[in-house]
């Protein structure tokens, strides 16, 4: 595997098409959670400098923490609860487009503005979420959905 990650410019399309293949061959191969959740979260956030992107596993009755890039953020989430619990009980990808306007939504960073969150499902259940927020309002879309999906398919858990 190599360990340089190569990230490119473009539209987000060709940016997640060239970065697709590259976090496959990451996790390719290692079968510690852990280690591909923190090695996904890293190369996300290098090609896509976005304010925080990590990862929240399902523990009994709460999301709780996990491997994730950018400033530090609440440890454990109850199911409804936000964005993240929202994700969770409806076992949907969530996009927010303001999170001013999102009852419930913690806020971690004040300087979030926009949200998606990602259920990473087994056997049905959801297991996990990605959570990803921007700077940025307005900023995700059904690519990015479509893209981080993908992405999370392919985790295995
Ligand atoms: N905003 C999230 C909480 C997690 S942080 O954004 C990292 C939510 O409302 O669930």
Not at 24 to 39: P, S
Not at 139 to 148: E, G, H, M, T
Request: proline content about 3%.
């Amino acid at each position: 595997m190599s360990e340089n990650l190569e990230t490119s410019i473009g539209t987000k399309k060709e940016q997640y098409e060239s970065l697709l293949p590259q976090i496959f061959a990451l996790i390719d191969g290692e079968i510690d959670l852990i280690a591909n959740l923190a090695n996904i979260a890293a190369a996300l956030k290098q090609q896509f400098g976005w304010l925080w992107v990590g990862f929240y596993l399902v523990k009994e009755y709460e999301l709780v923490l996990g491997p994730f890039q950018g400033p530090i953020a609440c440890t454990r989430i109850k199911k409804g609860k936000g964005v993240c619990g929202a994700a969770w009980q409806n076992a949907q990808t969530l996009i927010v487009p303001d999170v001013e306007k999102f009852a419930g939504h913690i806020a971690c960073s004040s300087l979030s503005k926009s949200e998606i969150v990602v259920p990473i499902k087994k056997n049905n259940e959801v297991v996990a979420v990605l959570d990803v927020d921007s700077e940025t309002i307005n900023f995700f879309d059904d690519v990015d959905a479509n893209y981080l999906e993908k992405i999370v398919a392919e985790i295995v858990f």
